[in-house]
């Protein structure tokens, strides 16, 4: 019985379905949206004056944003 290899499974799957199209735009779309619930969150801990979940809130949008910018990245160097 075969090893089983995630990083060679996720290859051939991303290759088979391509990185472009309504795949990456679905993705963009949905880091928009975690970032919208980020600063939303942010909000709420400044009315409510709660200091934890002002940092959890921007560490979250810390996060979304590191995950974002790959594929805004690889989105524009496609184009050029």
Known sequence: MGHFNPVNA?????HRIGRNGLEVKLQVA???????CAVLFIAASLK???PLTLLGSL???IACILFL???VKSK???KS
């Open 10 to 14: 996720y290859e051939s799957n991303t």
């Open 30 to 36: 949905g880091w928009i949206l975690f970032i919208i």
């Open 48 to 50: 409510n004056r709660d």
């Open 59 to 61: 560490i979250f949008l």
């Open 69 to 71: 910018l790959p594929l």
């Open 76 to 78: 524009t160097n496609k």
